[in-house]
Structure formats: structure tokens, C-alpha cells
């Protein structure tokens, strides 16, 4: 066996194990399932969004418990405050100074559970953390652990006692994932484990560490991106700005998670090189969330699903030939 084939069986393992833990408490959502796979694979950050009651939290809870890091969760309030996420530097009468009490972020995963509930003050002390893994307090900067996993859940933001993340938030999450209802079956299966009189359904073991998961990251990042997939990318983006209907069109740093996340995708799916198909699959949930529409297009219903649909199909895939 080559060490090609070790790589690839190492890959298929983990993964399946993650996923099949997972599946265990959250029956029918293997979509939404892969793409936070894709963001753990890629290094970013998840961003789950939909109505409540339809396992947000169960699927941010599950996944955490599975990779076997260090994890912790936060109910985001909108008391919270900025040092209840960061930490503050509290005085010692023993050693007579101040001595820094980390908070929540100094673990491998954070579970910001339904995080528009906050202040937009509390939302923006997640930014340095989300963008550059570390965390400055007093002028003093602090490394977070490796990995570094923010998996937050929303509510719509029209529901009360929200408030609308703003852009340069939603842009630091890679994916944003949308549960959905499940189907019929799904949701009798779903009857069956969590009603049949066991004590609890919503608590798995690790089959995972944190050493794997550097290691899964390691290993898609060294996925190969030809040229013309990287002139694609940027097409998209340049597309999405151009368009009339969107006042904020993909960034620099969206093109990149889109390339970042393509590259997870595949070797989620055995590949060690990206596909057109992957940048197609993952526009949605990598891009979807970064555009801002003008306000005559939010007037008239149009959805920033649909521009970026237009967007995929006006964009012919770039061959380099």
C-alpha cells in the first residue's frame, strides 16, 4: 500500500467515524452533516441557521462531542458581555497584581448557541478570535488553542430578541448550514430513538482528538487547486460584485474560504485535486451569506439564493485551454 492509499484510508476512517457518530443522535441531515465536515476539514467556522426546534444545537452539540477536543458552550443573551466570551484580568490580592481568567473561547470548539441574541458589542468580540485565533485583553494577546472551532447557531433574524449579524461577522463564517424539516422517515426514526424510554439520546462519545484533526486539515489543505479553478473562483467573485441587484458582493477573503472549503470537499469525496463541481456545490453555502442585496431588489423579494444562482449559471467554468 502506498502512502497515497495510507493517507486516503486514514481520511475515509476519521471522517466516517465523525459522521457515523453524529448520525447516531441526528437522523436525516447528512447534508448538513458534510458541510460542517467541510469546515473542519477546511479550518473555518459554521454558521447553523433556521427556525428553532429543528437540531441546531444538537448538531453543533454532537459534533463537538465527537472530534474529542476540548469544548465548551455558551448561551449568547443579550446580557452577555464581551469578557464573558474573552476573558478579563481580575486583581490578586495574593500576588498583588492582575492575573488574566481566560473564558469559554480558550478551547478547541465554541458553541455559541443562538449567538444573534447578543449585543452587537458582544457579537464583535468573536472577530479576532474567528479571523486570527487569538484574543487580546489589555494589550495583551493570547494564542487559542489548535484546532479552534467557532460552530454558532441562529434563529432567523426576524424572529424577537434578535439581532441581524453584521457583515463582517457573517463573513468570517466559511459555511452557513441550513437545517430544514426533516423528511417524513427521517422524522419517525427520529420518534423512535429519541422516545423509546433510554435516559439520553443527545450525548455521544469521542471517537475522535484533536491530533486527528490537525492531521484531517493537513491533509486537505495539500489538496491540489488547478489555475483555471482559481481564475473560476474569482470570476464568481467578480460576477457577484458586478451584479446590479447586490450592494455587497463576495470579498477576497470569501473566494479564499470557497477555495479552502473545495479543497475539504474533496477529499471528503477520496480526491487529492478540486473539481468544478465542488466550487458548484459549495457556492451556496460558502457565498450565499456574504451577499447583501440593494434595497430596490429586497423590495421587489429577491433572495440572495437566486443572484448567486444567476450569478453560477452566467459564469462559464474556466478550462485554461
Known amino acids: 500500500m502506498t502512502q497515497t492509499d495510507n493517507v486516503a484510508a486514514f481520511t475515509r476512517a476519521r471522517i466516517d467515524s465523525i459522521r457515523g457518530n453524529v448520525e447516531r443522535v441526528l437522523q436525516g441531515k447528512q447534508d448538513a452533516i458534510r458541510l460542517c465536515l467541510v469546515a473542519l476539514l477546511a479550518g473555518g467556522h459554521v454558521l447553523i441557521e433556521d427556525v428553532p426546534g429543528v437540531g441546531k444545537t444538537l448538531l453543533a452539540r454532537s459534533l463537538a462531542e465527537s472530534l ?22 481580575m486583581w490578586d490580592p495574593d500576588v498583588r497584581e492582575f492575573t488574566f481568567h481566560p473564558g469559554p473561547v480558550f478551547a478547541n470548539v465554541l458553541l455559541a448557541d443562538e449567538v444573534n441574541r447578543a449585543s452587537p458589542k458582544t457579537q464583535s468580540a468573536l472577530l479576532e ?49 441550513a437545517m430544514g424539516y426533516p423528511s417524513r422517515d427521517a422524522a419517525l426514526r427520529m420518534l423512535e430513538v429519541h422516545t ?45 460584485r458586478a451584479d446590479p441587484e447586490v450592494a455587497l458582493g463576495v470579498s477576497p477573503r470569501g473566494c479564499v474560504h470557497l477555495i479552502r472549503a473545495a479543497k475539504a470537499a474533496a477529499t471528503l469525496a477520496g480526491r487529492n485535486y478540486v473539481v468544478p463541481d465542488d466550487i458548484k456545490w459549495l457556492a451556496g453555502p460558502v457565498l450565499e451569506h456574504r451577499l447583501a442585496l440593494v434595497p430596490e431588489a429586497q423590495i421587489r423579494g429577491a433572495r440572495a439564493g437566486d443572484v448567486l444562482a444567476r450569478v453560477l449559471e452566467s ?4 478550462t485554461g485551454r
Open 129 to 177: 478570535c474567528m479571523e486570527e485565533a487569538q484574543v487580546t485583553v489589555d494589550a495583551t494577546t493570547f494564542p487559542l488553542a489548535k484546532p479552534f472551532l467557532v460552530i454558532a447557531t441562529q434563529n432567523p433574524f426576524e424572529h424577537e430578541g434578535t439581532y441581524p449579524l453584521p457583515e463582517s461577522q457573517l463573513d468570517r463564517f466559511l459555511v452557513r448550514v
Open 68 to 89: 474529542g477536543c476540548q469544548w465548551r458552550r455558551v448561551q449568547f443573551t443579550p446580557d452577555l458581555l464581551p469578557a464573558d466570551l474573552v476573558g478579563v484580568n
Open 196 to 240: 423509546d424510554g433510554a435516559e439520553d439520546h443527545h450525548h455521544i462519545g469521542p471517537v475522535s482528538n484533536p491530533a486527528d484533526v490537525i492531521a484531517l486539515a493537513e491533509i486537505a489543505d495539500a489538496c491540489y487547486v488547478a489555475p483555471p479553478i482559481k481564475e473560476y473562483v474569482l470570476d464568481i467573485g467578480d460576477a457577484t
Open 315 to 318: 459564469v462559464p467554468v474556466t
